[in-house]
């Protein structure tokens, strides 16, 4: 089945303990990224990925790691979290390097920093 | 000024009624526009793209009017199964590959 995983699906964690929210997509998908959404404020990109080794910032980068070092994978990266990254995060994928056409979004991962 | 803005609503609707709603932007160089489908928190699925010449698919028909800068979304008949969060995409080139942004979100209650 074509599809998107995270993992983990539910997080509770403390401030500035280090975690990688993993993405993986078996489509071969080449452009991936990170949203979050919050309440009122609606989705909003993290991180983007056109291809492997090549990653760009969307619009809510500070805080956050990404890597593409295999094209099915993008993990999310937390280094030190903070309660303000308490959030729903979707990993996404489109078919082709632009991202400009349909996105395949996991299910999310809800994340709650202490 | 957001660069998508859309009305958040909710918009109550009875069943069998037609719901229409918009989608502004603000990056006239806007190349590529969605709408997607989100359910209570869940992942977004997409509904449809929005073409230049305006497009159908069953009940569904969306617009997008560049002059204005902004895309529309009509639900004719609407139907129970209609009740959900439909978010607006927006993408604009960039060299690393496209930036999308979403809307804020309209909420549509069909109610019997």
């Known amino acids: 089945e074509a599809q998107v995983t995270q993992n983990p699906r539910y997080l509770i964690t403390v401030t500035g303990k280090k975690l990688t929210v993993t993405c993986s997509q078996n489509m071969n998908h080449e452009y991936m990224s990170w949203y979050r959404q919050d309440p009122g404020l609606g989705l909003r990109q993290i991180y983007y990925?056109?291809?492997?080794?090549?990653?760009d910032k969307g619009d809510v980068p500070e805080g956050y790691k990404v890597s593409r070092k295999e094209k099915r994978n993008f993990p999310l990266i937390l280094e030190s979290p903070s309660p303000n990254q308490t959030s729903l995060y979707f990993c996404?994928?489109?078919?082709?390097?632009?991202?400009?056409?349909?996105?395949?979004f996991g299910p999310g991962t809800r994340l709650l920093v202490l | 000024r957001k660069e998508v803005e859309q009305d958040p609503g909710p918009f109550n609707v009875p069943e069998g009624a037609t719901v229409a709603f918009n989608c502004t932007y603000s990056?006239?160089?806007?190349?590529?526009f969605f709408w997607y489908r989100q359910d209570c928190r869940k992942e977004p699925k997409l509904l449809m793209s929005v073409y230049s010449s305006g497009n159908e698919d069953g009940r569904f028909t969306a617009q997008l009017n560049r002059a204005s800068q902004y895309i529309s979304l009509l639900i004719r008949d609407s139907k129970l199964s209609d009740s959900a969060t439909y978010l607006c995409?927006?993408?604009?080139?960039?060299?690393?590959?496209?930036?999308?942004?979403f809307g804020g979100g309209t909420r549509v209650l069909v109610k019997p």
């Open positions: 996404a994928s489109s078919p082709y390097g632009t991202g400009g056409e349909t996105q395949y």
């Open positions: 990925s056109m291809n492997v080794e090549v990653t």
């Open positions: 990056n006239s160089a806007s190349q590529s």
């Open positions: 995409v927006v993408t604009a080139f960039k060299a690393a590959g496209n930036k999308l942004t």
